[in-house]
Protein backbone atom coordinates (compact mmCIF):
# COMPACT_ATOMS: atom_id res chain seq x y z
CA UNK A 1 0.00 0.00 0.00
CA UNK A 2 2.96 2.44 0.97
CA UNK A 3 4.18 1.33 -2.12
CA UNK A 4 1.30 2.94 -4.19
CA UNK A 5 0.91 6.10 -2.81
CA UNK A 6 4.13 6.75 -2.97
CA UNK A 7 3.95 6.14 -6.64
CA UNK A 8 0.93 8.23 -7.36
CA UNK A 9 2.60 11.27 -4.68
CA UNK A 10 5.50 10.97 -7.27
CA UNK A 11 3.37 11.30 -10.28
CA UNK A 12 1.71 14.35 -8.42
CA UNK A 13 4.60 15.78 -7.70
CA UNK A 14 6.06 15.66 -11.04
CA UNK A 15 3.29 16.94 -12.37
CA UNK A 16 3.11 19.85 -10.10
CA UNK A 17 7.32 20.52 -10.50
CA UNK A 18 6.58 20.62 -14.33
CA UNK A 19 3.63 23.26 -14.12
CA UNK A 20 5.68 25.57 -11.90
CA UNK A 21 8.86 25.13 -14.17
CA UNK A 22 6.75 25.63 -16.92
CA UNK A 23 3.38 27.45 -16.77
CA UNK A 24 3.62 29.21 -13.69
CA UNK A 25 3.05 33.02 -14.00
CA UNK A 26 4.20 33.62 -10.13
CA UNK A 27 7.90 32.58 -11.40
CA UNK A 28 7.42 34.70 -14.43
CA UNK A 29 7.33 32.08 -16.89
CA UNK A 30 6.76 33.41 -19.89
CA UNK A 31 8.13 33.05 -23.63
CA UNK A 32 11.36 35.09 -23.32
CA UNK A 33 12.18 34.95 -27.10
CA UNK A 34 15.35 33.16 -27.39
CA UNK A 35 17.36 30.69 -25.30
CA UNK A 36 19.11 31.30 -22.57
CA UNK A 37 21.44 28.87 -20.83
CA UNK A 38 24.28 28.69 -18.31
CA UNK A 39 26.85 25.82 -18.82
CA UNK A 40 29.37 27.02 -15.99
CA UNK A 41 28.91 24.68 -12.87
CA UNK A 42 28.38 27.32 -10.22
CA UNK A 43 28.63 30.02 -11.88
CA UNK A 44 24.77 30.90 -10.91
CA UNK A 45 25.23 30.00 -7.79
CA UNK A 46 28.41 31.94 -7.22
CA UNK A 47 26.72 34.78 -8.58
CA UNK A 48 23.83 34.44 -6.19
CA UNK A 49 25.73 34.09 -3.18
CA UNK A 50 28.18 37.26 -4.08
CA UNK A 51 25.01 39.76 -4.94
CA UNK A 52 22.59 38.34 -2.51
CA UNK A 53 23.08 41.41 -0.61
CA UNK A 54 21.90 43.37 -3.59
CA UNK A 55 18.62 40.55 -4.16
CA UNK A 56 15.87 40.16 -2.59
CA UNK A 57 15.58 37.66 0.04
CA UNK A 58 12.72 35.36 -1.88
CA UNK A 59 15.30 35.42 -5.17
CA UNK A 60 18.38 34.53 -3.27
CA UNK A 61 16.12 31.59 -1.32
CA UNK A 62 14.34 30.74 -4.21
CA UNK A 63 17.64 29.86 -6.18
CA UNK A 64 19.84 28.63 -3.53
CA UNK A 65 17.43 26.69 -1.42
CA UNK A 66 14.34 26.19 -3.52
CA UNK A 67 16.58 23.72 -6.17
CA UNK A 68 17.52 22.32 -2.97
CA UNK A 69 14.54 21.25 -1.33
CA UNK A 70 12.22 20.81 -4.60
CA UNK A 71 13.85 17.47 -5.30
CA UNK A 72 13.97 16.36 -1.79
CA UNK A 73 10.46 14.64 -2.20
CA UNK A 74 12.30 12.98 -4.99
CA UNK A 75 14.62 11.50 -3.09
CA UNK A 76 12.50 10.55 -0.17
CA UNK A 77 9.48 8.95 -1.91
CA UNK A 78 11.35 7.37 -4.73
CA UNK A 79 12.88 4.38 -2.17
CA UNK A 80 9.27 4.01 -0.59
CA UNK A 81 7.81 3.02 -3.87
CA UNK A 82 11.15 0.46 -4.64
CA UNK A 83 10.58 -0.78 -0.91
CA UNK A 84 14.01 0.51 0.02
CA UNK A 85 16.17 -1.66 -2.99
CA UNK A 86 17.30 1.63 -4.03
CA UNK A 87 21.08 2.74 -3.69
CA UNK A 88 22.38 6.37 -3.38
CA UNK A 89 23.23 6.40 -7.28
CA UNK A 90 20.06 5.04 -8.35
CA UNK A 91 18.81 8.66 -6.59
CA UNK A 92 21.56 10.45 -8.56
CA UNK A 93 20.16 8.96 -11.88
CA UNK A 94 16.93 9.74 -11.45
CA UNK A 95 17.18 13.52 -9.71
CA UNK A 96 19.88 14.05 -12.55
CA UNK A 97 17.25 13.02 -15.04
CA UNK A 98 13.96 13.93 -14.09
CA UNK A 99 16.07 17.80 -13.48
CA UNK A 100 17.59 17.49 -16.81
CA UNK A 101 14.37 16.81 -18.81
CA UNK A 102 13.01 19.34 -17.07
CA UNK A 103 15.72 21.69 -17.93
CA UNK A 104 15.54 20.87 -21.35
CA UNK A 105 12.16 21.47 -22.00
CA UNK A 106 12.67 25.28 -20.83
CA UNK A 107 15.21 25.32 -23.22
CA UNK A 108 13.22 23.96 -26.08
CA UNK A 109 10.18 26.31 -25.15
CA UNK A 110 11.88 28.98 -23.67
CA UNK A 111 10.62 29.43 -20.93
CA UNK A 112 13.48 30.11 -17.99
CA UNK A 113 16.90 29.20 -18.46
CA UNK A 114 18.64 26.03 -18.79
CA UNK A 115 21.21 25.93 -16.08
CA UNK A 116 23.88 23.50 -15.23
CA UNK A 117 23.76 24.45 -11.75
CA UNK A 118 20.05 23.58 -11.02
CA UNK A 119 20.92 20.25 -12.59
CA UNK A 120 23.79 19.58 -9.89
CA UNK A 121 21.58 21.82 -7.12
CA UNK A 122 18.41 19.61 -8.21
CA UNK A 123 20.74 16.42 -7.47
CA UNK A 124 21.79 17.18 -4.52
CA UNK A 125 18.90 17.70 -2.69
CA UNK A 126 17.43 14.34 -3.98
CA UNK A 127 20.28 12.68 -2.19
CA UNK A 128 19.27 14.88 1.02
CA UNK A 129 15.34 13.41 0.49
CA UNK A 130 17.51 10.17 0.36
CA UNK A 131 19.26 10.69 3.70
CA UNK A 132 16.05 11.97 5.27
CA UNK A 133 14.67 8.66 4.20
CA UNK A 134 17.40 6.44 5.63
CA UNK A 135 16.73 8.50 8.99
CA UNK A 136 13.52 8.06 9.02
CA UNK A 137 13.31 4.14 7.86
CA UNK A 138 16.27 3.55 10.68
CA UNK A 139 13.66 5.57 13.42
CA UNK A 140 10.75 3.26 12.06
CA UNK A 141 13.29 0.09 12.40
CA UNK A 142 14.51 1.44 16.12
CA UNK A 143 10.47 1.72 17.36
CA UNK A 144 9.34 -1.25 15.69
CA UNK A 145 12.29 -3.45 17.76
CA UNK A 146 10.89 -1.66 21.20
CA UNK A 147 7.36 -2.46 19.94
CA UNK A 148 8.35 -6.53 19.74
CA UNK A 149 10.27 -6.33 22.94
Keep these: MISLISFLFIIIYGVIIIY ?5 DRLGR ?9 LIPFNEIRRFVGY ?22 LGFFIPL ?11 II ?18 GVFDVDD ?8 LFGWVLYLLFYGLFRVR ?4 RS
Design 20 to 24: FTLFS
Design 30 to 38: TDIGSYQYN
Design 52 to 73: RHYLSLGAFVLNICGNLLVFTP
Design 81 to 91: WNQGRVRWYHI
Design 94 to 111: YSFSFSLCIELMQLYTRV
Design 119 to 126: LIMNTVGG
Design 144 to 147: RRRK
